[in-house]
């Protein structure tokens, strides 16, 4: 498994640094209850998406951004990626979004790359002039 090299490959290169490897905040499950009642809420939204789409009362149900989620969802995942955040100062990140909150949060930033090269590209082409952000290219 190509993640486990890269992990081993951090934790030998950068001891220095207090370490731990987790996922992204919200994206997994403590339990399988709760996957499976987002799931479930999940397919329902999506089946009731489909049927008012096309409806009169459609404005007035789904919001333009947010479909129909919570806009506080949205609020509550960056809240929860703020505080996993700032218990670091260097983040090692290969998912895009935490690469730009931990820049924002003025973090040392490792950028990663994920399997199709998006992370390397957008690295290239926006955050190479930051002096707390550089590409581990293993």
């Given at each position: 498994?190509?993640?486990?090299?890269?992990?081993?490959?951090?934790?030998?290169?950068?001891?220095?640094?207090?370490?731990?490897?987790?996922?992204?905040?919200?994206?997994?499950?403590d339990?399988?209850?709760?996957?499976?009642?987002?799931?479930?809420?999940?397919?329902?939204?999506?089946?009731?998406?489909?049927?008012?789409?096309?409806?009169?009362?459609?404005?007035?149900i789904?919001?333009?951004?947010?479909?129909?989620?919570?806009?506080?969802?949205?609020?509550?995942?960056?809240?929860?990626?703020?505080?996993?955040?700032?218990?670091?100062?260097?983040?090692?990140?290969?998912?895009?979004?935490?690469?730009?909150?931990?820049?924002?949060?003025?973090?040392?930033?490792?950028?990663?790359?994920?399997?199709?090269?998006?992370?390397?590209?957008?690295?290239?082409?926006?955050?190479?002039?930051?002096?707390?952000?550089?590409?581990?290219?293993?």
């Amino acid at each position: 498994d190509s993640g486990s090299s890269i992990f081993d490959f951090i934790k030998h290169n950068y001891s220095q640094y207090k370490m731990d490897i987790f996922d992204w905040p919200g994206m997994h499950f403590d339990s399988i209850i709760k996957k499976f009642i987002m799931e479930r809420k999940n397919r329902f939204l999506r089946r009731s998406y489909l049927i008012l789409k096309n409806s009169k009362i459609k404005k007035f149900i789904i919001d333009p951004c947010y479909g129909l989620e919570s806009p506080r969802k949205g609020e509550k995942l960056f809240a929860r990626g703020v505080r996993f955040m700032n218990n670091y100062d260097v983040v090692f990140s290969n998912r895009l979004h935490g690469i730009i909150l931990a820049l924002l949060m003025d973090k040392n930033v490792i950028c990663l790359d994920n399997s199709y090269g998006k992370n390397q590209f957008f690295f290239d082409t926006w955050l190479k002039e930051f002096n707390n952000c550089s590409f581990l290219i293993i």
